[in-house]
């Protein structure tokens, strides 16, 4: 039956209820029990204990499955918990009852009452005493209501996916639960939640396309958030020495399996400790969550085995590249040579690229993809790295690192820069790389090299990106699978 037929005979049924003077939307009924609850008292029971019970249960749900046999039927009923089945009998709920149950449809959210039994088959089963119709389900569910497999309308239908798609409401559950992990693992160790502008007067914090707008009442340009880095550093200036934030960020670049426009990440600062504190302490993170999900070090992503157990290997970006490449150093050392060999591989570099720039587009196109188990990755290029601490023994290099799992980054960090000299120095340096042609540049902060000159303890910092934690720890394939409305193109019209 086509769409447009089935709403009409919905439609139908919904004027027959209403002149019959049923409420299609009532909003007085006392839910006593949930689908999880009574299958964890009763489901394990056998028939002659349960029919000792006398006790009644009021369920409430999405109506999912009918199995009609005249003047009797048996039902699935969904709520958020999981699926039930009840049996409803005419001579039970009583004849106006049962003309009211016939007109439902599978998509109506229903109450029904009554006592637990064992059917024949061995399942655990509500006989109805008591129905009553709470919602009217005016569209049917996808697909005969057997599941919703297009992707794309999944992405853009979240509500219809959740209905129909129980694995998709576990993985959301995962990631609340992944969170609240995250949250007891920071505040064990006391650090202080806080919450910093996502509208800023000048896009900073990271190197990243921002998205703009425009404030009337105070007249002047607005830029969504690409990091809330430099805010929490002022509170660090300000003596809140260990910081935190769980935010969402913004950044006006490609969409794609492991981006979205706008995401989820976690960054916190704690002063008197190093980037080398941060590894031990992320590995810490990542083997709590996987201890606490699934009892194991070990996880399978994507048909991958990946072992969490620490010491996670940590390498230079000269190294890996040296190791996945099989250049010589030397290669590495000049940037004619460096950008020699990137043209080489396909890689999109100019002419007088500076010599860190073309490492790390090494780096990227060619090394991040192979680092499947959990790897620390260290010693980034000064001008990809315009906040961070130089590097003491070479100043050419920054004390940075990401963290690589399965192919993807999943943490970056380092050792503040707190030196204000210094920063304007990197502002400067980020502010040519704008004016040749790198609209992602960091722009110069006046503001936020004032707060520096008032000093900033040695301080560590680091974002996490909790869309792909979440992805590692839900076995999703894509990022659009762990965010609950990801941003899609807009819909092409016949």
């Known amino acids: 039956m086509k769409e447009n037929e089935l709403l009409t005979k919905r439609k139908e049924k919904i004027e027959s209820l209403k002149a019959d003077g049923i409420d299609l939307y009532p ?24 029919a000792r019970i006398d006790e009644e249960f009021t369920l409430a749900g999405r109506l999912m499955a009918v199995r009609n046999f005249g003047k009797a039927a048996f039902i699935n009923i969904q709520d958020s918990e999981g699926k039930i089945q009840a049996y409803v009998k005419k001579n039970t709920i009583g004849e106006k009852a049962f003309s009211v149950f016939e007109r439902l449809d599978v998509g109506d959210i229903i109450s ?7 059917t024949k088959t061995g399942e655990l089963t509500v006989e109805a ?8 389900a005016v569209r049917p569910l996808p697909e005969k209501w057997h599941g919703l497999t297009d992707v794309e309308k999944r992405y853009r239908q979240r509500h219809l996916d959740l209905i129909v798609n129980p694995e998709v409401r576990e993985v959301f559950y995962n990631r609340s639960r992944i969170i609240q992990l995250i949250r007891n693992f920071m505040n064990e160790r006391d650090f202080l939640e806080v919450e910093t502008p996502m509208m800023h007067p000048m896009a900073g914090g990271a190197i990243a396309r921002p998205f703009k707008t425009y404030h009337n009442a105070l007249g002047m340009d607005f830029y969504l958030r690409i990091a809330p ?27 794609s399996t492991f981006h979205n426009p706008e995401f989820t990440m976690m960054e916190f600062y704690q002063t008197y400790a190093t980037y080398e504190d941060l590894m031990d302490m992320t590995e810490e993170l990542i083997i709590d969550i996987s201890k606490e999900l699934f009892g194991t070090y070990t996880i399978n992503y994507q ?56 490492i790390m587009s090494i780096f990227d ?8 188990e959990p790897t620390f990755i260290t010693d980034y290029p000064i001008e990809v790295s315009p906040l961070s601490r130089k590097s003491a023994g070479n100043p050419g290099f920054v004390d940075r690192f990401e963290l690589y799992i399965c192919g993807r980054e999943i943490a970056n960090a380092f050792s503040e820069l707190n030196d204000p000299v ?46 792909r934690l979440v992805m590692l720890f839900t076995n999703s394939p894509s990022i659009r699978d762990v965010i609950l409305f990801p941003h899609m193109r807009s819909k092409v019209k016949d």
């Open 365 to 372: 196109g060619m090394v991040e993809k192979n680092l499947i």
């Open 112 to 118: 029904l009452t009554g006592r637990v039994f064992k």
């Open 27 to 50: 909003n007085d009924v006392i839910v006593t029990a949930t689908t999880r609850s009574v299958l964890a008292r009763f489901d394990n029971m056998d028939s002659d204990d349960l």
């Open 229 to 255: 880095e430099l805010y929490l550093k002022r509170l660090i200036v300000g003596g809140l020495e260990r910081v935190y934030e769980i935010n969402r960020s913004f950044r006006n670049e490609g969409v």
């Open 422 to 467: 210094d920063q304007r120095e990197r502002f400067m340096m980020q502010i040519e790389a704008r004016k040749a042609g790198d609209d992602e540049a960091h722009e110069m902060d006046e503001d936020y090299i004032q707060a520096l000159e008032y000093g900033m303890p040695p301080t560590a910092g680091e974002g996490i990106g909790i869309d």
């Open 303 to 358: 048909g991958m085995e990946i072992d969490l157990t620490p010491p996670w290997q940590r390498v230079t970006v000269e190294e890996s590249i040296i190791k996945h490449c099989g250049i010589a150093p030397d290669i590495l050392e000049d940037a004619g040579k460096a950008v020699e060999y990137a043209k080489s591989l396909g890689l999109p570099i100019k002419d007088g690229e500076p010599l860190g720039k073309v």
């Open 129 to 136: 005493v008591k129905i009553r119709l709470l919602s009217k």
